[in-house]
C-alpha cells in the first residue's frame, strides 16, 4: 500500500488521517494483503491500483485503468479536491439508493459544490462566452413512437434554459403516455451534445434557489419514467449533461467517431443533471468516478468495453 495515508492495523483495515485535508488515498492491490476485514473509507477519494481480482477492489472509489493514468486522476484531484471529496461520498451514499432519491442528493451535492470558493475562482477565471444562435427541440410522433431532436447544431448542441425546458418537456409526455413504446433521442449536426451552454453558468448563485430549480425542471426526473423505453444514438461529442441524460437510456449506439467527457471537477463542481446517479448505475460506481476524477476523454470503443453503450455504429 503506498500514499496519503494507507495504514493496515490488527482491527482490519483503516485510513487514518491527521485532521489535514487529504486530496486522495492510494492502494497498490498487487502488494496489498488479502483481506477480508472492514474497510472504513476516508472522507476523500480511495484509489486503486494493480491487481482488480483483489478482494479489496470493488470496496474502493476508483480502480485506475486505461486509458486513465495514474498521475492524470491524481493531478485533477489535487486541483480541486473539495468537489473531489464531495464526489466520492455522494458517490457511496447513492450507490443502492431509489434513483428519485439519489438525484435529489445529486443536487443537493452540486449546490454545495456550487456556492464553495473553488466554483467561484473558476466563474472569476472564464472569459464571456460569445452568444450562439438559438435551438429547438424537435418533438415528432408517429402512432406508438416519440422521436425527439435537439436541433441547435451552430452551438453543437449546447443545452440553454430553452432547450433545457424543451427537454424536460419532451420527456414528460413520454413518462405519463403509457401508449407510447419507444423513444429516441439525437442530437443534430455533427455533435451528440455538448453539455450545458457555458454562458449560463452562474447566472443563479444562490444554491438554495438553483437546487429548487433542478428539482422542477431537470429532465433527468422526467427520464426515471420513460428511460428503460428511451434509445440513443451519439455522434461526435457527447458531453456533460448531455451525457448524463444520454447514461439513462436503455439502448445506446455510438458513432466510432463519438467521445465521451465528464469535465465538471475542473469547474470545481460535479455533474449536477443526473449524470453521478445515470452513469454510477450504467457502467458502476467505480467507472463512473474514474471518468469525473480524471476528467478523461473515452472513445467509442473504451464507452463500449465499459458498457456506456451497447452498439458501434455507422450514422
Known amino acids: 500500500m503506498s500514499g496519503p495515508a ?17 486530496p486522495y488515498g492510494l492502494i497498490d492491490l498487487d502488494q496489498a494483503p488479502r483481506t477480508d476485514a472492514p474497510l472504513h473509507l476516508p472522507p476523500f477519494p480511495l484509489l486503486g491500483i494493480g491487481d ?158 438553483a437546487h429548487d430549480i433542478r428539482m422542477q425542471t431537470l429532465p433527468a426526473h422526467a427520464l426515471l419514467g420513460c428511460g428503460d423505453r428511451l434509445s440513443v444514438h451519439v455522434q461526435g461529442g457527447c458531453v456533460g449533461s448531455g451525457l448524463e441524460m444520454a447514461a439513462f437510456a436503455g439502448h445506446i449506439t455510438a458513432s466510432a467517431d463519438a467521445w465521451f467527457h465528464l469535465p465538471e471537477l475542473a469547474m470545481a463542481i460535479i455533474p449536477g443533471a443526473g449524470g453521478c446517479v445515470s452513469l454510477s448505475r450504467r457502467i458502476g460506481r467505480q467507472r463512473a468516478a474514474l471518468m469525473i476524477l480524471s476528467g478523461k476523454r473515452i472513445n467509442a470503443r473504451t464507452a463500449l468495453g465499459w458498457g456506456l453503450v451497447d452498439t458501434i455504429m455507422d450514422d
Do not use: K
Open 6 to 22: 494507507a495504514l493496515i492495523d490488527p482491527d482490519g483495515l483503516t485510513l487514518p488521517w491527521t485532521g489535514e485535508a487529504q
Open 52 to 209: 482488480p481480482s483483489h478482494p479489496l477492489a470493488p470496496r474502493l472509489d476508483a480502480l485506475v485503468e486505461l486509458p486513465v493514468s495514474l498521475g492524470a486522476i491524481t493531478q485533477q484531484i489535487a486541483a480541486q479536491p473539495e468537489a473531489a471529496r464531495v464526489l466520492v461520498q455522494l458517490l457511496r451514499l447513492i450507490d443502492r439508493m431509489d434513483p428519485a432519491q439519489a438525484l435529489v442528493a445529486e443536487s443537493l451535492a452540486y449546490g454545495l459544490l456550487q456556492g464553495s470558493a473553488g466554483h467561484a475562482r473558476w466563474l472569476a477565471a472564464q472569459m464571456p462566452a460569445p452568444v450562439q444562435s438559438p435551438g429547438t427541440i424537435r418533438v415528432d410522433r408517429d402512432g406508438d413512437r416519440l422521436s425527439i431532436l435537439i436541433d441547435r447544431p451552430d452551438a453543437h448542441n449546447a443545452i440553454d434554459r430553452d432547450l433545457r425546458d424543451g427537454l424536460r418537456a419532451a420527456f414528460d409526455i413520454a413518462a405519463f403516455d403509457p401508449d407510447i413504446s419507444h423513444v429516441s433521442l439525437r442530437g443534430a449536426g455533427r455533435s451528440f451534445c455538448t453539455g450545458a451552454d457555458l454562458s449560463e453558468f452562474g447566472t443563479t448563485r444562490d444554491p438554495a434557489t
